[in-house]
């Protein structure tokens, strides 16, 4: 009754084929978006940045403890990437890095 109201009807005659035939596209309009609706929500519920909001709520540590924890993930690759770099210079024999400065900060 509240979509009804809403479109601006003062009501709607379920009388006849013609009443029925008005009524179908709103119909679909609600049903497509109400399914869409589930749709994001149980994409939301399955995402990691809802448990991470969530925990959050409950204790503001939790995002400086994930930022922590990130940042050691970080360094921890960017020295991979750094003894990589240095294995290849030496396979190399120096040349191809010897004048390239690698700079990374986080």
Same mark, same amino acid.
């Given at each position: 009754m @509240?979509? !009804? /109201?809403?479109?601006? &009807?003062? *009501?709607?005659? #379920?009388? *006849?084929?013609?009443? /029925?035939?008005e #009524? ?6 609600? +049903?497509? *978006?109400i #399914?869409?609706? =589930?749709? =994001?929500l149980d994409?939301l519920?399955?995402s990691p940045? /809802? $448990? !991470?909001?969530?925990f959050s ?5 939790? !995002?400086? $403890?994930i930022v922590?924890?990130?940042r050691k993930? /970080?360094e921890? $690759?960017i020295?991979? &990437? +750094?003894?990589e770099a $240095?294995?290849a210079r030496? #396979?190399?024999g120096?040349?191809?890095f010897?004048n @390239?400065i =690698? @700079?990374i900060? =986080?």
């Open positions: @509240t979509f !009804i /109201l809403k479109q601006g &009807w003062a *009501g709607v005659s #379920l009388n *006849g084929a013609q009443g /029925l035939k #009524l179908r596209s709103p119909y679909e309009h609600l +049903r497509a *978006g #399914l869409e609706m =589930i749709e =994001i994409e519920r399955a940045e /809802l $448990e !991470i909001f969530q709520e409950e204790d503001k540590s939790v !995002i400086a $403890e922590a924890a990130q993930e /970080l921890e $690759e020295a991979g &990437w +750094r003894d $240095e294995e030496e #396979l190399a120096g040349v191809p010897s @390239t =690698i @700079t900060s =986080i």
